[in-house]
């Protein structure tokens, strides 16, 4: 049974329903009030140390059965506290607490957020993903369709597989928009950047898929 629980609250039905899966998880761990003053702890991801948490999970309660630590901005932590995390979840590392986790998101195709989700409750008011075809429709918006790619890569999408949405959205989305000329340049581009990703040309391969939006772009937004 999992006992620990992920709360992503990026927007206004998030925040609330962070406060009533707290309030809830409260009264059911704490029915007398002053437990929260003692086995109650609150944690912010972005100051944390690995040092602190540890200390954190190895408390003992002191009032209630359990501590409960809630830990704000958990997608923010650094990567010993994500390790250790993660041997919490899986049941590596043993705690008397349970955590209650809020990250206002945490891609969901990263290997982090797999693993969490596996040993954790679910509690989301999260947007729908973006794709690759997103990004494509709003290719004449340079800076949206950036913006749209580094969620993409975020999730840790492979470039190539990337990639190819990219090629199959131009043929299928763009061939009757431009002209004959600037269609074939953007093709071009696409085997450009293709070549860039097998021969390794740029330090961050997904350095090769931006540059490749960014051109686009200014082909999509003449036409």
């Known amino acids: 049974m999992k006992k620990h629980y992920l709360c992503l609250c990026a927007n206004a039905a998030g925040l609330a329903l962070r406060d009533d899966q707290l309030g809830r998880l409260k009264a059911e761990l704490f029915p007398d009030p002053a437990a929260l003053r003692f086995d109650c702890e ?132 763009y061939k009757r928009r431009l002209s004959a000329e600037s269609y074939k340049k953007g093709l071009l581009i696409l085997q450009e950047a293709d070549r860039h990703l097998k021969r390794s040309h740029y330090p961050q391969r997904g350095q090769a898929v931006e540059i490749a939006v960014i051109r686009l772009s200014l082909l999509a937004k003449a036409s």
Do not use: Y
């Open 42 to 173: 609150e944690l912010d991801g972005r100051k944390l140390s690995v040092e602190r948490f540890k200390i954190a999970l190895g408390g003992l309660p002191a009032v209630a059965a359990q501590r409960l630590i809630h830990l704000r901005q958990a997608e923010k932590i650094n990567a010993a506290c994500e390790a250790l995390l993660l041997k919490v979840i899986s049941g590596e590392e043993e705690t008397s607490a349970v955590l209650f986790l809020e990250a206002a998101t945490w891609p969901q195709r990263t290997s982090a957020r797999k693993a969490i989700a596996a040993g954790c409750v679910i509690l989301s008011h999260e947007e729908k993903e973006v794709s690759v075809f997103d990004l494509m429709d709003r290719l004449a918006d340079r800076v949206a369709a950036l913006k749209i790619l580094k969620e993409i890569q975020d999730r840790e999408e492979a470039p190539e597989k990337l990639l190819g949405g990219m090629v199959w959205a131009w043929a299928n989305k």
